[in-house]
Nanobody
């Protein structure tokens, strides 16, 4: 399985970005997908996840601002990020666990300026 993340960039506080993660196969219909992030000097943390049946879960720090969704036809999961804050600055990674093995995208950098 290969995951290709894109969509990061530099944005001012209060702005929006949409991240995309394209999977190499039709895994969204059978596996949960997730976005993690890692800020400099900090551990990687779960941001949001979506199950194969569409149930979503969010970190408290992003609830009400971020939305995770999937497009099964495109094998792509998205992370819509609104009302961005400087503390959202991090490298964002998409993730899927298949048969207990984690797969990671290459990461996309999001920088939010104050």
């Amino acid at each position: 399985v290969q995951l290709q993340a894109s969509g990061g960039g530099l944005v001012q506080a209060g702005g929006s970005l949409r991240l995309s993660c394209a999977a190499s196969g039709s895994i969204l219909t059978t596996h949960s997908m997730a976005w993690y992030r890692q800020a400099p000097g900090q551990e990687r943390e779960l941001v949001a996840s979506v199950s194969s049946d569409g149930r979503t879960n969010y970190a408290d720090s992003v609830k009400g601002r971020f939305t995770i969704s999937g497009d099964n036809a495109k094998n792509t999961v998205y992370l819509q990020m609104n009302s961005l804050k400087p503390e959202d600055t991090a490298v964002y990674y998409c993730n899927v666990v298949i048969m207990m093995r984690p797969y990671w995208g290459q990461g996309t950098l999001v920088t939010v300026s104050s």
